[in-house]
Each structure stands twice: as C-alpha cells, then as structure tokens.
C-alpha cells in the first residue's frame, strides 16, 4: 500500500515523503481552516442560514481539494474565496437584488465557463504568455497581501478615521475620508501574535521540520492558559459553541437559481446586461485569482520546469474550474485555490497527499468543527507573515532599473497589496504592460492574446464604474 501511494503521488520525482506531506497537509488545514467560521458569517448577508452554509464550506473545500489531489497531484486546498463571497453577500445579493439561489446559479455559470476555457487550454496558455518578470511580480505582490492580511489579522495594525467620514455602500461602510494606519501592541491579539512570529521565526531559522504547525499549535496553547487563566482576551471558544446546520437548506439550490438567472420579466435587455457582468466580474476573478495563486505556491513546491512552465498546470486549472461547479451546487460562491496552501508546502508538502490529508480534515471538520475554536486567530495570524517573507524572497529576480520591467511589476505588487485584490493587481499589471509597449513603440511585439485579455480588464473596470 505504501509503495502504491508513494508511486502514485510521485514521491521520487517530487523527493518528498509520508512525513512531509502529512504534516504539510495538516498545516495547510489549521492555517486556513478559519474559512469554515468566516464564510458562513459572510454568506448569512445574503440570507442564507449560517449554519448550512458551515456545513456546505466545509463539503465543498474537502471535495475541491480531493479532487485537485487525484487529480491534478498537487499541494493546493480549495475553499471559498475572501472577496468573492463578499461580492456575492454584498453586491450579486444586496445592491443587485439578485436571491442568493440566484447568486449560487450565477457562480455555477461561472464554474462552466471556466471549465470550458480550462479543457480548451485557453487558461494554461494565458499563463505561458504572461512576461516572466510580471509572473514574478504577482508572486510577490501575493506574498506582500499575505503579510497584510496577516498583520491585519494579528491586530498589529490598527486604523484611524475622521469622524463623519464613513457612509453606507452596499450594506458595507465606506470610509470617503483618509485612513491613517499604525502599529498597534495594545490588544491580547497583536501581543500573542508577536510571540507567534518570533517561534516561527526561531524555528524557520533554525530549519525545523515542521516548524510552522509546531509554532501554531505552541501558540494555541499558550492562548488557551493565558484566556481560561489569565483573563485575557483572544476569541478561542469552547466546543460546542457554533451550532450544526441542515445541509438540505443549500444543496441543489444552485440548479433552481441558474434557471432564474434567465428571467425575461424585467426585459430581455437588463437581464442580458447583468448575466454579463457578472459572468465577467465572477469568471475573471477566479480566472486570475487561480493564476496568481498558482504561480506563487508552485514555486515552492519543484513544479517548474527548465522553461519556467508550471508541470500539470492544465490539470489544476480544470480542478479549480470543477471545484467552483460542485461548491455552487453543494451550496457556496467560488471555490477556488487558496494561497495557505504555502504555508503547507513552506514545511515540505510536495504532492497530492498533503492535499488528501486537508480534504479529509475538512470533510470531518463537519463534525469537529467547535473545537477549530481553540486554535485563536494569533496562532494561524503569524503563519501568513512568514509565508509572506518566503514568498517576497523573488524580488531580486526583477531588474528594477529597467523602466520597461519595473513600472508593470511595480504596480502588479502595489494595486495587489493595497488594493486588497490580487486579480486588480493582475489586472493592473497587464494594463500597464501594455502601456509601456505602446509609449516605447513596441505595441506590435504584444502578443494578439495579451491584448485581448487587456481589454477585457479595461471593460471589467469601466462596469465597476457603473455598477
């Protein structure tokens, strides 16, 4: 049996090991198994019952990574996007007035189109034509978001406003005035954060296996004592504190919402407008979303070749498409690759069976769920901020003092991080690609795919202008 597994996952040619891999995929879990609480919170904006949709996370992650698993062979889990289910709560569900069954058709229609454009090739050979210094540029831009979010989520970062600046858009506050950031060592949060980034620090550099999940569970515990013992305050629960859903509220639902999407009531015209932008505004952000994470964690885990092509990338794509299908009918937005999936391939995950060991952890999360809340956002902060080194490490691989290779990667990094958004990031980073061919003359060596795909980001922004 062993020797089957080993065999199937390439573990020769990958040089790696039940240990590693086991490991990597349990790290890649607890860093990113905060989605299963988060998601449900997001999506309840829409009108779906918490509880379900806790449940439905969890399915879809573990069937979405399984599948990328057998599949694909790859170190990558699969879960729910941040910012596209916000999109979805928000937006598709709130100032667009669509239902959330509709909401859950529209990511299914998404699904499709991007299975189409993935068996087609269309998506791997996006990847192939993007300049090598701007595949560079979204794996540090990425590195860079993860080390935000990661001090946004340690609290080491704290935000202050004018007073009478905020208003209300899309059931969200919108700050219209300037906001000033700064350090912040004044919560119980950003104080085990610190102790969190120095153990991972102590062992990244004394190269320890298992380094990271050894730092996270440390840190959990810790957190427990100084909570249940000292008073402080660190949003650990104790089992049994998040309720179970009913899986039947969201299942299927996506099917109904799909023929919804194509009602004529209102008019032919309006309804082909909006299926178009959020066709375009869903399809693009997984569309570059799973790009950028691809080539900011394969990297890392020997999956390059001499040419600088990612090895099987066709099949992670066509994963990733199959994984958004089935999470929108099981009852989620987009799923799609996440980047914690560094953090596991950081301590040594290097096939598919990391991405088997996360599945299968999600998969009875459904019932374990409660106890994640003993693993404090503190513990899993830190993971993001080293991630987030390891992945800057490419920086000296741009030339910096060519204009023609800095300003796209400068603003590929720059709209990623504080734009919060990696496919505007992308998006930007292709936009002013071409720019700098145009002003230097060289528009003509822009290849036809190149400038069709710019035009379409050009489009994505003009809608966001109207919608």
Known sequence: MNDFVAKFFKFQERQTNWRREVIGGITTFVTMSYIIFVNPQIMSAAGMEAGAVMIATCLATAVGTLFMALYANA????????????????TLCGSMGYTWEQGLGAVLLSGFLLLIISVTGLRKKIIEEIPFYLKKAIGIGI??????????????????????????????????????PSLNFGSDTALLSLLGVLL?????????????????????????LLQFFCGWQLGITLPGAMPI???????????TGFAQLFDISQGIGPMLISLVVIAITLTFADLFNTIGMILATVSKANMIDEQGN???????????????????????????????????????????????VTAALFAVSVVLAPLLGLVPVAATAP??????????????????????????????????????NIADGIAFGFIMFCFVQMVRGRFNEVTWLIRILTAMFLLRFAFMLIY
């Open 75 to 90: 170190p990558l889990a699969q879960a729910p996007v941040m910012g596209v289910n916000a999109f979805f709560a928000y």
């Open 143 to 180: 590195g860079f978001f993860i080390l935000y979010i990661g001090l946004k989520n340690a609290d080491l970062l704290s935000f202050t406003a004018g007073a009478g600046s905020f208003e209300l858009v899309d059931g969200s506050a919108r700050i219209s005035g300037g906001v000033i």
């Open 200 to 224: 991972n620090l102590i062992f990244l550099l004394r190269d320890t296996r298992g380094g990271i999940l050894l730092s996270m569970v440390l840190t959990s515990v810790i957190g427990c």
């Open 245 to 255: 859903g009913n899986i039947d509220d969201v299942f299927g639902k996506a099917l």
């Open 310 to 356: 990612i090895v099987g990338s066709e099949r992670m794509l066509v994963s990733d498409a199959v994984a958004t299908v089935l999470g929108a009918i099981i009852g989620t937005s987009t799923v799609s690759i996440y980047v914690e999936s560094s953090a596991g391939i950081a301590t040594g995950a290097r096939t598919g069976l990391a991405a088997v």
């Open 383 to 420: 993971v993001l901020i080293i991630v987030g080194i390891l992945m800057a490490a490419e920086i000296g691989d741009i030339d910096w003092r060519n204009l023609d290779v800095a300003v796209p990667s400068y603003f590929t990094i720059v709209m990623m991080c504080f734009g919060y």
